[in-house]
């Protein structure tokens, strides 16, 4: 079975730094994309970037270009989203999917990891 | 590419049959999902493709549009259908509507 399972919830202050992780199995983990979705409190989708972990290929939306950093570990079938100096409107649910393509419809979603960020 | 759904909240009673909306700002062809969310989880592939169902999916959903209007139709409404219901393009970058809620009426 496909599987995408993502890092616990994380509080962090303003300024710091975090890392969360998807790890996928149940399929070839280097012939599908990843991507990570936020859903902020109360509110709709929005695709942040994506990467194909079979060359590290990353492509990320306007909206979060230069917010965030995705990378691919092949040796452990794990995609991360990375932070440098979180915000509080980073604040939200971040959600990896699987992608056939770079535009394509999400097949399998993870459970997703809330992120807080408060002083 | 902005994805605007009509209406935002639907209420609607067990065995009714439910239309939701999803209009695109320019041509996306077929390329359009449409998502179903539950309070606290992650949401479920329905569509792709404007009019292919998810395997996963119960044949009461369907899928209909093409270009810049597109149709989520549930011909017999069950319990567990009362959530949350994204459209998604992806034609050009990624981009979702802003839901439509289907409540209890």
């Known amino acids: 079975d496909v599987q995408l399972v993502q890092s616990g919830a994380d509080v962090k202050k303003p300024g710091e730094s975090l890392r969360i992780s998807c790890k996928t199995s149940?399929?070839?983990?280097?012939?599908?994309?990843i991507g990570w979705v936020r859903q902020m409190p109360g509110k709709g989708l929005e695709w942040m970037g994506i990467?194909?972990?079979?060359?590290?290929?990353?492509r990320y939306s306007p909206s979060f270009q230069g917010q965030v950093t995705i990378s691919a570990d092949k040796s452990i079938s794990t995609v991360y989203l990375q932070w440098s100096s979180l915000k509080a409107s980073d604040s939200a649910m971040y959600y990896c999917?699987?992608?056939?393509?770079?535009?394509?419809?999400?097949?399998?979603w993870g459970q997703g990891t809330l992120v807080t960020v408060s002083s | 590419i902005q994805m605007t759904q009509s209406p935002s909240t639907l209420s609607a009673s067990v065995g009714d049959r439910v239309t939701i909306t999803c209009r695109a700002s320019?041509?996306?062809?077929?390329?359009l999902a449409w998502y179903q969310q539950k309070p606290g989880k992650a949401p479920k592939l329905v569509i792709y493709?404007?009019?292919s169902l998810d395997s996963r999916v119960p044949s009461r959903f369907s899928g209909s549009g093409s270009g810049t209007e597109f149709t989520l139709t549930i011909s017999s409404l069950q319990p567990d259908d009362f959530a949350t219901y994204y459209c998604?393009?992806?034609?050009?970058?990624?981009?979702f509507g802003g839901g439509t809620k289907v409540e209890i009426k």
């Open positions: 999917v699987r992608q056939i393509g770079v535009s394509s419809h999400f097949d399998y």
């Open positions: 149940g399929y070839s983990f280097t012939t599908y994309w």
């Open positions: 990467i194909y972990p079979g060359d590290s290929d990353t």
């Open positions: 320019q041509s996306i062809s077929t390329w």
């Open positions: 493709k404007a009019s």
């Open positions: 998604q393009q992806y034609d050009t970058y990624l981009t």
